[in-house]
């Protein structure tokens, strides 16, 4: 079969002018170019959102770990606190399954709503709870439980958001509108760390450790709003309404008729999680702590760093529309396993030149499969299990390998002492991508599956 010979994915659009859309679909799952725009809008704002939240914590991990975790020795207070980071990624294969079916049920709209609404309310409690000097071990608890909330809802927005992309994107542009998903959510990590910087280079030592540290988490609650509303604007996915409901449960139906297409998508996922969440997550805390860089310039080399890397997301969910998805995600990961220890080494030399070309090193690859992956997992199952299925296997893949990406990382260079140790982790799982990479089945030819 060919591309010229498949049926159209959605019938035309409508043309009369008159037509006014609104949140209430048309029945016959036509689309608007403004339905299009609002969607993706919609999509964006709580990517932004959910990563943001997350390059927060992520960039205030040494300061929330004397405020919640104290010890005697800074690295123990560090690794109670990534361990903390973890337990937010241990959550998301349950918010995977809860909201995994509700999406495929009732549809990706109401989903997206509602884990928006958890997210920002879990990062605002954050900002507001006592420390372990006021509340003692209740701080920590309610840190976890905190935690334990966003990675619920992050487990429900991934698979949501990338499947009401891709059901939206018009015909030969579902790797281009994917990876907006990653591009947003990477330039809301981008945000998250601005936003960090930008506190602690105007607080005080004293300043930070009582109130600074509270205003990232508390700017959530603009986002948070912005997002609802726009998100209360949108109409249901195409491909959602139109297609025919299953009486069996998603999750049922997934482990028994789409083993094959999961367990390709958790493979590819594990090197994928390892190398964003190193340069997303446990950079930010390895550059300053570990190796002692100064903070002004170790955070305008991530910054630099974040920006250059998440623009040229995009290129390659474009790139994947026409080559293939299946040879860039397998160049991302050889390429990943190739580039792990020089940039380590960059990182190591001290100079803002070396960071940032150490960072990018590995950017230039993770953007390749930030741009292919959305597509290529959304394409891999039907509507009606598509964001169960997908959720699933990508939250168990992060929860186990992402989530502990600067938990494993520090923990390395505790045990070897040596400063370049995370990159065998991470050439390790990048190849397990690239084994999965190459047994997966090529889907950018055909239409989304019913």
Not at 21 to 34: F, K
Not at 62 to 67: F, K, R
Not at 281 to 300: D, E, I, K, N, Q
């Amino acid at each position: 079969m060919t591309e010229s010979t498949l049926p159209e994915s959605l019938p035309p659009e409508p043309v009369d002018p008159a037509v006014r859309p609104s949140p209430v679909a048309p029945a016959d799952g036509s689309v608007t170019p403004r339905a299009r725009r609002r969607a993706v809008t919609a999509v964006a704002i709580g990517n932004l959102l959910e990563w943001y939240d997350f390059a927060v914590y992520a960039g205030l991990a040494a300061v929330l770990a004397g405020l919640f975790f104290p010890a005697g020795d800074p690295l123990v207070s560090l690794l109670a606190s990534f361990s903390v980071f973890a337990v937010g990624f241990a959550a998301r294969p349950v918010g995977a399954i809860v909201f995994g079916r509700m999406a495929d049920r009732y549809g990706r709209r109401p989903t997206l709503l509602v884990v928006i609404t958890v997210m920002g309310a879990a990062t605002v409690l954050i900002g507001i709870m006592p420390t372990y000097a006021i509340a003692g071990v209740w701080a920590a608890l309610l840190l976890v439980l905190a935690r334990t909330a966003q990675g619920l809802s992050v487990g429900g927005e991934f698979s949501s958001s990338t499947a009401f992309l891709v059901e939206f994107a018009p015909r030969g542009k579902r790797g281009l509108y994917g990876s907006i998903a990653y591009l947003t959510a990477c330039l809301g990590s981008f945000v998250g760390l601005g936003v960090v910087f930008l506190v602690r280079s105007l607080s005080t030592p004293e300043f930070l450790a009582t109130w600074g540290w509270r205003i990232p988490f508390l700017l959530s609650f603009p986002l948070l709003a912005i997002g609802l509303y726009i998100r209360l604007k949108v109409q249901e996915s195409p491909a959602f309404r139109t297609a025919a409901p299953s009486d069996e449960g998603p999750l049922t139906t997934s482990v028994r008729t789409q083993r094959r297409g999961m367990f390709s998508l958790f493979g590819i996922t594990v090197g994928f999680a390892v190398c964003s969440y190193t340069v997303l997550a446990f950079v930010v805390s390895y550059v300053t702590t570990v190796l002692r860089y100064p903070p002004s310039l170790a955070y305008t080399s991530i910054l630099i760093s974040t920006l250059l890397g998440s623009v040229s997301i995009p290129f390659f969910g474009a790139l994947s529309d026409r080559v293939g998805r299946r040879p860039v995600i397998l160049a991302g990961a050889i390429g990943t396993a190739l580039v792990a220890y020089p940039a380590y080494l960059l990182l190591s030399v001290g100079t803002m030149a070396a960071a940032i070309a150490g960072q990018l090193l590995i950017w230039l690859f993770m953007a390749m499969l930030c741009g292919a992956c959305p597509a290529a997992f959304s394409e891999m199952f039907p509507t009606r299990l598509r964001t169960t299925a997908v959720g699933v296997s990508y939250s168990l893949a992060l929860a186990l390998f992402g989530g502990t990406t600067p938990f494993v990382s520090t923990w390395l260079i505790e045990w070897t002492g040596s400063v370049v140790a995370p990159a065998a982790f991470v050439v390790a799982t990048a190849l397990v991508s690239m084994v999965a990479a190459l047994r997966m089945r090529e889907t950018v030819r055909f239409d989304l599956p019913d």
